[in-house]
């Protein structure tokens, strides 16, 4: 089966619902569904309605992150704040850290909030949007279940630990370069097992050293049980700069632990000593920096928007028909879908069951026709 293209008010009406369905708050629900529609409209499909089941429903259903969640400030200053979220909604937590990071931008400059106790939290880059749209400078970055292994190493040890800033511009789209510190990340792998596509050469690494091909879902399943791990930005070894993926990937561990008292490395990965399935304790941080306390906000738009640019119009690799800046892409794909997300088959499946388990029957999909 094809994938089928689902418009843009039946998914979000339709994921709110199933969200309150499982008992979160309406206020809270419609924010997880903009990060995960918003991660679908930048054509990031890892992390949008292809996470809506198994990543958040589930993990609810199971008693491993709570549908209400409980924003818990547990230390502040007028420019840094440490929060303990307790196992609640991630978006919702991400939401209202970099709300408060730039809110105390706006007031002293430069904001930070760190967060412990968190669960995925979706697209890094909808929160250094945030504070683009706000006129400042953003960061965030978040650490993940261990499947990641350290350069010269074949055990994952820490995640795939996204590395994200944003930058105001004066164009129509703002720089907003969001990528993990892994050459892929687990959700890009488990999109390639719902699709049929064999996993990217050198991304991970196994036992023996060598790097794993072929089946997404074997890769997978490799990883889970502890057999494979995937490769930094650099991959395999130091030839390629290996190590320097490897050491960002460990400040954004530092930032996402150290600072807060939060969980790192083997404690996130989901289990309790016996092998039970507990919350994933993650940690988070958001940085905001307002440009208006420096030069003004009008001119670090101007000045970003002229360095992007100038990386476009400078000259091309033979063949390549145009230079990105990060953001840019994103930008172009959620004009072209105007219309909807196409919805691949599998996750076509799971909405359906969602929809059936929970009793929403005024919702009828296109694929059931």
């Not at 339709?14 to 369905?21: I, P, R």
């Amino acid at each position: 089966m094809a994938k089928v293209v689902l418009d843009w008010k039946t998914l979000h009406d339709f994921t709110k619902d199933a969200f309150m369905g499982v008992g979160v708050p309406e206020e809270d629900a419609e924010i997880v569904v903009d990060v995960l529609l918003e991660s679908d409209r930048r054509g990031i499909e890892s992390h949008g309605c292809n996470r809506f089941k198994p990543v958040y429903i589930d993990r609810i259903n199971a008693g491993i992150q709570q549908p209400v969640t409980n924003f818990e400030i547990l230390k502040e200053t007028p420019t840094t704040a440490v929060v303990d979220g307790h196992h609640g909604m991630g978006q919702v937590i991400g939401y209202k850290a970099m709300q408060m990071a730039i809110d105390k931008a706006k007031k002293y400059g430069m904001g930070m909030v760190v967060v412990r106790n968190s669960c995925h939290y979706g697209i890094a880059g909808y929160y250094t949007t945030m504070a683009t749209q706000a006129g400042c400078i953003g960061m965030t970055g978040t650490n993940a279940r261990p499947s990641v292994a350290p350069t010269h190493g074949v055990e994952g040890m820490f995640g795939t630990n996204p590395f994200t800033i944003g930058v105001p511009t004066d164009e129509e789209f703002d720089f907003n370069f969001d990528c993990a510190t892994s050459i892929t990340q687990n959700g890009k792998v488990e999109y390639y097992e719902r699709i049929g596509e064999d996993v990217h050469p050198g991304t991970i690494i196994g036992l023996d050293g060598e790097a794993i091909e072929g089946d997404a879902g074997v890769a997978l399943k490799k990883i889970r049980g502890g057999t494979a791990a995937l490769t930094t930005l650099g991959g395999i070894g130091e030839d390629l700069g290996g190590y320097k993926g490897y050491g960002f990937a460990l400040a954004v561990e530092f930032f996402s632990s150290i600072l807060q008292d939060g969980a790192y490395g083997k404690a996130l990965d989901g289990k309790d000593e016996e092998g039970n399935i507990r919350p994933y304790q993650l940690g988070h941080w958001f940085i905001a920096i307002d440009t208006e306390h420096f030069m003004g906000e009008d001119v670090a738009r101007k000045k970003a928007g002229d360095i992007c640019r100038s990386m476009r119009a400078s000259k091309k690799a033979p063949g390549a028909e145009r230079i990105y800046t990060a953001g840019e892409k994103e930008y172009e794909i959620g004009i072209a879908r105007a219309a909807g997300v196409p919805i691949n088959e599998s996750v076509q499946k799971e909405i359906t069951q969602i929809r059936d388990e929970l009793g929403l029957t005024q919702y009828n999909f296109p694929w059931e026709k």
